[in-house]
C-alpha cells in the first residue's frame, strides 16, 4: 500500500470515528415502535393545551384544582378519541387499492403500500433454503437526501437478510435484519420483495394480524374502554 493509500485509509478511519455518534442514529436495533419519537411535537402540543386550553393550569393553581382540570382534559381527549375512531371504522379508505384498508387507519395502509411500492428497487439473493438477502444500492440524488451523513454510509449496511422460521405447529415466519417490523410494526420492502419473487398475489401477501395492533381500526375503537 502506497503512502498516499494509507493516508487516506486513516483520514477515513478519523471521519467515521468522530460521526460515529450522528450515524449510529440512523441504525435503531431493538427499540420497538420508534416511528413514533422521531418528534417532540406531541408532547409541546400537550404542553400548549395544559397552559392555555380550556382548562388551563396556571402557576397559581392549588394541586387539587390542577389535578381536576387535567383529569376533565384526559377524559374529554379520550371520547374525542374514540368518536374520531368510530367515525375512522365507518370511512371507507378509497385511496388504497389494498383489502387491508378496511381494517387499517390511514398511517397504517399508507406505510404498508410505502413498502409495498419500494419493493420494486430492491435486488435479490436466496443465500439458502430458508435464507435470503436483500439490498437497494440506490440511494438517489444526493441533494434529496435529508442529510449529507446518508452519502458516507457504506454499500454494506444497506443489505438485510431475511430469514424463514418454520414452527412446530406448521405456521411460517420471516425475520428481516432491517427491524422495521418491530420498529415501524409493519412488514418491510425486502418482505414484499420476496413475496414478489415467490409469485405471491399481492392481495395475500399481508394480513391484518402482520401489522402492529396500533394500526387496527378496531384497536383505536376501545382504546381507554373497560372491555375486554
Known sequence: MSKEAATAVFAWKHTHRDKEPKLAGYVRHGVKNHTGAMTTSPTEGQ??????GQDKI???????KAMRRLLNRI?????????RAHAELARNTLFSNA????YLIRKGQALLD???AKRLHIKSARLAGDEFIMWNFDIGDWLDLPHPLYQVIPNFLRI???KLVTENSGANYSKCT???REGVGVPCAGFFKMCDDAGVANNEMVHPCMVDVRYLKLYHTHYGAKTN
Request: hydrophobic residues 20%; charged residues 25%.
Open 160 to 162: 438485510c437478510k431475511i
Open 47 to 52: 404542553n400548549v393545551h395544559i397552559r392555555h
Open 114 to 116: 410505502r413498502n409495498h
Open 99 to 102: 383489502w387491508t384498508r378496511d
Open 58 to 64: 396556571g402557576v397559581k393553581y392549588q394541586s387539587h
Open 178 to 180: 432491517c427491524g422495521e
Open 75 to 83: 377524559q374529554r381527549n379520550l371520547s374525542l378519541r374514540q368518536q
